[in-house]
């Protein structure tokens, strides 16, 4: 599952679309895991995004029980994209391997509460995010904005490769 920040440019604009459309939009897209959720809260608390988790979103529709929740959730079953806000600016591939994904799921799961953090799950969580995201990967690689992030590091360390990123777009 994805995440996403917007950052708005101006404040004269009234309807959200209009916001939206003037915003920079920026996808961060990586396994279970991976660490983007980290890196979400230091962006927002660094450059003032906005920060929508699609997984939260997500979840939080589904598990009301809504008619918009069913059709979301069926959509994701089938490991299409579900549609949300806009074209991205640039997107952030957080990219750490599976072996790692794994430990920091298991670690999360001792404190999180998170029924999904446990080890069968965690499997099927793995596979669901390789088969849908790479072709979002690929698609956005073909407009050439994406930008891979070694996510085995530290979280210091892999924050600064994501701000060389963030600091080129300004
Ligand atoms: P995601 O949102 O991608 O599922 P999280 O940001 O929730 O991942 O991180 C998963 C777990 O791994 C959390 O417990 C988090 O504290 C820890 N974590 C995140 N980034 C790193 C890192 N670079 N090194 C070690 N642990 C990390
Ligand atoms: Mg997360």
Redesign the pocket.
């Known amino acids: ?1 994805g ?1 996403c920040l917007s950052h708005e440019n101006t404040k004269v604009e009234n309807s959200a679309k209009e916001k939206l459309k003037n915003s920079k939009i920026i996808f ?1 897209v ?12 230091k962006i927002v608390k660094k450059y003032g995004y906005t920060h929508l ?1 699609t ?1 939260d979103l997500l979840r939080e529709e589904v598990s009301s029980g809504s008619e918009r929740g069913k059709k979301l959730s069926e959509i994701m079953e089938k490991g299409q994209l579900v549609p949300l806000i806009g074209s991205p600016t640039l997107l952030l591939y ?1 990219d ?1 391997g599976s072996e ?2 794994v ?3 298991l ?2 799961g001792e ?2 509460g998170r029924v999904d953090d446990n080890e069968e799950t965690i499997k099927k969580r793995l596979d669901t995010y390789y088969s849908a995201t790479e072709p979002v990967i690929k698609f956005y690689e073909g407009r050439g904005i994406v930008r891979k992030i070694n ?8 924050f600064e490769e994501v701000c060389t990123h963030l600091d080129a777009l300004k």
């Open positions: 599952m995440s961060v990586g396994g279970p895991g991976s660490g983007k959720g980290t890196q979400c809260e988790s997984g957080i750490a790692t994904m430990q920091r799921l670690k999360r404190t999180s996510a085995e590091g530290s979280v210091e360390e892999v």
